[in-house]
């Protein structure tokens, strides 16, 4: 089992940077891949990064690529989005999500999430 929170979130102008925080507790965690995703009302979820916590190998999808860098600290057993550029088309619901073995870019194949932090860029 493994449980997540995230932080971090808030209101900011576009151009603006945050840093999202997922706070991870269990065993195991090198086992596992830590995922972000967002979600604005009416639509999926969306992959937005990727980091294997063991190995540190990172996907970070197009869209952002350039803007966001997902990270981790072992130490803390956090895991970072660090959204620079901000943009209003980045506002949404920012979740992080674990599960092990590969990488998926489908929500459902995830099978631990956090509550959720709200990101709001304002134009």
């Known amino acids: 089992q493994v449980q997540l929170a995230e932080s971090g979130g808030g209101l900011v102008q576009a151009g603006d940077s945050l840093r999202l925080s997922c706070a991870a507790s269990?065993?195991?965690?090198?086992?596992?891949?830590v995922g972000w995703f967002r979600q604005v009302p009416g639509k999926e979820r969306e992959l937005v990064a990727t980091?294997?916590?063991?190995?540190?190998?990172?996907y970070v999808q197009d869209l952002v690529t350039g803007r966001f860098t997902i990270s981790r600290d072992n130490a803390k057993s956090t895991v970072y989005l660090q959204m620079n550029s901000l943009k209003p088309e980045d506002t949404a619901v920012y979740y992080c999500a674990a599960k092990t073995g590969l990488v998926r870019r489908e929500a459902n194949k995830y099978d631990y999430w956090g509550q959720g932090t709200q990101v709001t860029v304002s134009s």
């Open positions: 980091i294997y916590w063991g190995s540190g190998s990172v």
């Open positions: 269990g065993r195991g965690l090198t086992s596992y891949v």
